[in-house]
């Protein structure tokens, strides 16, 4: 082994011990029971940890991540998560969080060439393609962020459009999607105010976050 990966290794006996010492018994009741009331579908990259920004503990919020958000009905993986969540954790809250700064969104905006990749940021372009007229009236350098946030309005308006939620909604599960953006370079989770509890009201909702990443400023950072 590595000496990087037995760093890993001590790393984690390190705070296994620190974190029974601080909250004895810790890990037995961790393995007991999993109730998590929050679904996070983030973005796979390292610097967004679903339980630090929230400051949950482990066994409090599920969580499924891919390159960007990205929620699509093809997706076996993705939805079999939210299925899980839904029906048998039985989540009240699934939060889509996209984040300032990433790298697949700022691919998709300047149609760049990765490779295999290229297939799954499609859905992107697809994004930044519906929107091209709100797109435009942003300047250069605002761009990457409105197209981060419309691309957690429309994964939202996909996950509300699934079975599984479709589902759940008539069946009158209380259970409700969020879109949420986090800035890395202020750790903050920005409410993009598209919550959705159930198919009536979702058009009004959506015409509402939209307008709300055209108004919304856009400073050079």
């Given amino acids: 082994m590595t000496d990087q990966l037995s760093d890993l290794f001590s790393r984690?006996?390190?705070?296994?011990?620190?974190?029974?010492?601080?909250?004895?018994?810790?890990?037995?009741?961790?393995?007991?029971?999993?109730?998590?009331?929050y679904m996070w579908i983030g973005c796979s990259d390292s610097r967004v940890p679903a339980n630090e920004i929230t400051g949950l503990d482990p066994g409090e919020v599920f969580v499924h991540r891919n390159v960007a958000n990205?929620?699509?009905?093809?997706d076996l993986n993705a939805l079999s998560t939210i299925q899980f969540a839904v029906e048998r954790?039985?989540?009240?809250?699934?939060?889509?969080?996209?984040?300032?700064?990433?790298?697949?969104?700022?691919?998709?905006?300047?149609?760049?060439?990765?490779?295999l990749a290229d297939n799954w940021l499609r859905h992107i372009q697809d994004v930044r393609d519906r929107h091209r007229d709100v797109l435009n009236l942003i300047p250069e350098h605002g761009k990457a962020a409105a197209l981060c946030e419309l691309n957690v309005i429309e994964q939202v308006v996909n996950v509300a459009q699934s079975t599984v939620l479709q589902d759940?909604?008539?069946?009158?599960?209380?259970?409700?999607?969020?879109?949420?953006?986090y800035g890395l370079h202020d750790g903050l989770i920005h409410d993009l105010h598209m919550s959705?509890?159930?198919?009536?009201?979702?058009?009004?909702?959506?015409?509402?976050?939209?307008?709300?990443?055209?108004?919304?400023?856009?400073?050079?950072r």
């Fill in 196 to 220: 959705v509890s159930g198919t009536d009201n979702m058009e009004a909702l959506y015409a509402e976050a939209l307008s709300g990443v055209r108004l919304m400023p856009r400073n050079p």
């Fill in 89 to 115: 954790l039985k989540v009240k809250h699934i939060m889509v969080v996209g984040h300032y700064g990433c790298s697949g969104v700022q691919a998709a905006l300047e149609g760049a060439r990765i490779g």
């Fill in 12 to 37: 984690n006996r390190v705070w296994a011990a620190e974190m029974e010492r601080k909250r004895p018994g810790f890990f037995s009741g961790l393995a007991n029971q999993q109730t998590p009331r």
């Fill in 168 to 181: 759940a909604w008539a069946k009158q599960q209380d259970i409700t999607l969020h879109g949420w953006v």
């Fill in 70 to 74: 990205v929620v699509v009905h093809s």
